[in-house]
């Protein structure tokens, strides 16, 4: 069972304590400090939350917060920092419903209390797609429900390319913050949108980011073509894993043992047999039906196999976004996961191949996730025309440059264009958008359509001397 009303219960029943009720903005602002290495002032806190909130409001939520044991204060007035506590039970392990709560508890003792485990493959096998299910049918209704953004005639990655900032950022924050990048969500922003790297980190934080932001511009900008196979897989790999592991090893599976740090678990170590099981992994995955089931099998598999030399964790957080963006859903960001909760998580599959915690995490984050990017959009006010029909609106203009159509010519053109995929409700307003992208021409704005620098300065003349003769 995901988890609902019963992480509040199992959360008093753990510490003893009353149940913290965290309304929106003080659920940020304890993100945010779970964020931070080190403790913050209030002065540090106001400039990083978003929405500019009141001093005096944010300083009633930190006592507040301190008094219920979330925070620890220090220092007096002035000097006061504030951190958030953490702490291996009361704090993070409420989010895991009552039934995972053993494999919890049996993955934190010592390595030495925990049997050896290889990879099982009658456990893979007894999966059957569509038969056999990781999440449970209510739990499935609740996440669609929850994700769904588009309707069936948008074309594949329309709601990705609306909020493909905001996934660009949260997504190579969270996964990198997974796994130990120290870069904070707002110099994670500033990498990503003006590349400017934060001071004192290492190199490889700053290409873990990068290669990150790649491998997402890859899912969305491909997301009509993309399907779940061998080389899907290999590709995201390559492009997360490019700079940060020996060139031979980018984008190919591994030939060597590997080990894996905090666990008892022993992955295949023959080339074959790995090769073969990702075959087997993408081709079971295609077959299933419901996407966040398709999406969690692969997150749970493609971790489980340790395919590659480094990065496997990576590559599965973006497999598993591959049905979400396809199908027009929320994707999952893995927002408000604790890093020591998920690596729990993941060694409770590899060790007992219990999938209920990452359940637990996936179910909750993907909530998370989806009311953040409500407001995202609301703040946004995105132009809904312009994302769905985004590849009619580039086809057509790409043959308006190719034929050096200006003039009526390039109206008639458009509005006939327009009459044969546009529906009638939706027609003003993306001829409109043509317009304005023609009216903004440059060598910038025709990425991926196929146009020579020669053909787009030949039809921009063409049509500055057609206007100026009005």
């Known amino acids: 069972m995901a988890v609902s009303i019963v992480k509040l219960a199992v959360y008093r029943q753990i510490t003893g304590r009353p149940v913290v009720k965290l309304n929106e903005k003080k659920a940020a602002l304890l993100t945010l400090l779970q964020q931070e290495p080190s403790p913050l002032s209030l002065g540090a806190i106001l400039k990083k939350l978003p929405g500019e909130p009141k001093e005096r409001t944010v300083r009633r939520w930190l006592d507040e ?94 709601y990705a390319h609306q909020i493909f900032n905001r996934l660009l950022i949260d997504l190579s924050y969270n996964s990198s913050r997974l796994e130990g990048n120290t870069y904070s969500l707002l110099d994670t922003e500033r990498l990503i949108l003006s590349g400017t790297s934060a001071k004192g980190k290492l190199n490889e934080e700053n290409v873990m980011i990068l290669n990150h932001k790649e491998a997402i511009r890859y899912l969305v900008e491909n997301a009509p073509r993309l399907t779940i196979n061998y080389q899907t897989v290999c590709t995201i790999h390559y492009l997360l894993a490019d700079g940060l592991v020996e060139p031979h090893y980018a984008g190919k599976l591994r030939d060597h043992w590997v080990k894996i740090t905090g666990s008892t678990y022993i992955p295949y170590d023959n080339p074959k047999k790995i090769a073969v099981q990702l075959e087997k992994i993408t081709e079971k995955a295609s077959a299933i039906t419901d996407v966040f089931e398709q999406s969690i099998f692969l997150l749970i598999h493609i971790s489980y196999l340790q395919a590659f030399s480094d990065a496997n964790k990576r590559t599965a957080r973006l497999s598993a976004n591959i049905p979400l963006i396809i199908q027009n859903l929320v ?140």
């Open 65 to 158: 917060m301190a008094q219920e044991g979330l925070l620890e204060k220090r220092g007096h007035k002035r000097t006061t920092t504030y951190q958030r506590i953490e702490q291996t039970r009361d704090i993070h392990e409420y989010c895991f419903a009552q039934e995972s709560l053993p494999a919890i508890d049996y993955v934190q003792k010592p390595l030495y209390e925990r049997t050896p485990t290889a990879y099982n493959s009658e456990w893979f096998e007894s999966y059957q797609p569509n038969s056999t299910f990781y999440l449970p049918e209510e739990t499935r209704a609740q996440l669609y429900k929850a994700g769904t953004r588009a309707t069936n005639n948008d074309p594949a990655g329309t």
């Open 331 to 470: 994707p999952l960001s893995f927002n408000d996961i604790n890093r020591n909760n998920y690596i729990s998580a993941m060694i409770a599959i590899y060790e007992l191949q219990d999938v209920r915690p990452l359940v637990d995490l996936f179910f909750l984050s993907y909530m998370r996730t989806c009311a953040m990017y409500d407001s995202t959009m609301k703040a946004i006010g995105v132009d809904e025309t312009r994302i769905r029909y985004r590849q009619q609106r580039r086809t057509i203009i790409r043959e308006i440059i190719e034929k050096t159509l200006v003039g009526p010519h390039m109206a008639l053109f458009i509005e006939t264009e327009s009459q044969k995929t546009i529906p009638p409700t939706d027609r003003d307003k993306f001829i409109k958008n043509i317009h304005e992208d023609l009216d903004q021409m440059d060598l910038s704005r025709v990425a991926g359509m196929g146009l020579t620098p020669q053909q787009v300065a030949i039809w921009c003349e063409a049509y500055r001397k057609e206007r100026e003769s009005k």
